[in-house]
Structure formats: C-alpha cells, structure tokens
C-alpha cells in the first residue's frame, strides 16, 4: 500500500464444493500484521449500485476502521489528511468484494469513503471509537486536487456528502495531526 499504515489484509478462505469458511476476525493474525487496535463498535451498511458514501473522518473522537464487503463490491478509498504527513491529500484505493474477501485496516487521521460497484452491496465496519457525530468530518468526493478515480462519475449522494468541503478548504484545527 502507498499510504503508510494502510494494510491490506487476505484472509485464508476454505473453500469446498458446499461453499466456503473464513474466519473474519483473528486478533492473533492482527497482532502478527502489527495491528494491536481495539475494536469497540461493527457496523453494517447497505447500499445500492452507484452509491457513493464518503470522505467522512471524526476528529476528537477518531477511528481506525478495519472494513469488509460480507455482499457485492465497492472502490474503497482512503485519503491522508494528516497535517504534516507526507502523504498528505493523497489517496489509494482498492476493491474489495465478497469473491476477493480482502480486508483493509485504515488508522486514524485518514478520511474514509466507497463507491458501490455491484447491485447491491453490504458493508461491514470495524471501528476503533463510538460512532461520534459532535466530532464527524468530511471532504469533497471529487476534489480536484485530490482527483480520486471513484470509476463513477455521477453518483448518489447524500446531502450530507454533497456539502463536505474541499481539502484546501478545511482549517487545519479539523483537520488530524501526523
């Protein structure tokens, strides 16, 4: 992964003529990846096709986020939005569905957001903190400058989303320090 912290993570999938088993959760394989992040809250979404939910990130009450797709599949992007990082205002992406069962640990300070590529899809979270709406942030899906390649050029948003600010536009106080 190009961002640092970003870990993509392939669970071992069993798979037989009856279908398949994997385990979803392993704090022993975690801890060996360098992942020692309490889980405190799991959420599911649903969402349809051409969905586009994103770039969302909570400040005084921030989130790593380990994320999945139980059905369907989506372009998951991450964008650093560390002061001082790097990296900063770049993204990575990656797709992750219910055929590649991949995983991707996102740590605090980066803004998080998917686009939904399939029918349907459902969306598994792991969160690190309490859900925090006091402390929940956004930016722009289509900032210029950060130019994401969402693969959907004109999606479904909510209005929340619709009105994030664009990154040069966030004072640096809302934004997470490197």
């Known amino acids: 992964m190009k961002l640092p912290g970003l870990l993509l993570i392939e669970p071992q999938v069993f798979k037989d003529p009856r279908g398949f088993f994997l385990e979803t959760h392993n704090l022993r394989n975690y801890l060996a990846k360098g992942i020692s992040t309490s889980f405190v809250q799991d959420n599911i979404s649903r969402s349809v096709k051409g969905v586009l939910r994103g770039l969302h990130y909570q400040l005084e009450h921030p989130q790593a986020k380990l994320v999945s797709v139980i ?105 997470p320090k490197f």
Not at 89 to 104: I, K, R, Y
Request: hydrophobic share 35%; proline share 7%.
């Open 71 to 175: 059905r369907g599949a989506v372009l998951d992007v991450v964008v650093d939005i560390r002061r001082g990082s790097p990296t900063f205002g770049q993204w990575q992406g990656v797709e992750l569905s219910d055929e590649n069962h991949l995983q991707l640990f996102i740590p605090e300070g980066f803004a998080h957001g998917f686009s939904v590529l399939s029918e349907e899809v459902d969306f598994l979270y792991k969160c690190s903190d309490y859900y925090h709406p006091e402390s929940e942030f956004g930016i722009r899906w289509d900032d210029p400058n950060i130019n994401i390649s969402w693969q959907n050029s004109e999606p479904i948003l909510s209005q929340k989303d619709k009105a994030y600010p664009l990154l040069s536009e966030v004072v640096p106080e809302h934004l």
